[in-house]
């Protein structure tokens, strides 16, 4: 598997992303669906990844720069025919490494309560996210679990 940076400008990555949104919509209600689409995911700030497997998109991830020293791990998704194959920890790892790398001291992330999320809580348990307050603009939500780090 091959992990490189992505500037989303690829139809592949754009549909990829759509069903990720698409899918968080369908699980949970607006007010706390808080995955980027493609427009939110070329800001200033985020650093966008995608995984390929010989050649076929598999999974994808990113971090949203929140100040100096805290990231944001955002729009984590494992194509679902790959689920539970590695993908994910071989891109959380990636990303804890690059977050480093870019300086940030702490990462935190906000996913869901719902049990359709318990595979991504207790992949960000393995990697050492404990849960938290909210962090940035987020608020209590009994359908989010936030989560962090330290690097």
């Not at 001291?105 to 849960?131: C, H, I, M, N, Q």
């Amino acid at each position: 598997m091959q992990i490189a940076t992505d500037d989303l400008a690829g139809p592949e990555i754009a549909e990829f992303l759509a069903e990720h949104v698409r899918q968080m919509r369908a699980i949970s209600p607006p007010e706390s669906t808080h995955a980027l689409d493609l427009g939110a995911l070329r800001r200033p700030g985020i650093s966008f990844w995608s995984v390929r497997d010989e050649g076929v998109l598999v999974g994808c991830g990113a971090i949203k720069r929140l100040d100096a020293d805290h990231a944001e791990l955002k729009s984590m998704r494992t194509s679902p025919l790959r689920k539970r194959s590695g993908v994910a920890s071989l891109l959380l790892e990636h990303i804890i490494t690059e977050a480093r790398r870019m300086g940030f001291t702490k990462l935190s992330l906000e996913t869901g309560t719902p049990d359709f999320f318990l595979p991504a809580r207790k992949l960000y348990e393995k990697f050492g996210f404990v849960p938290c307050e909210p962090f940035a603009d987020y608020r209590p939500d009994p359908n989010s679990t936030f989560m962090t780090r330290a690097l």
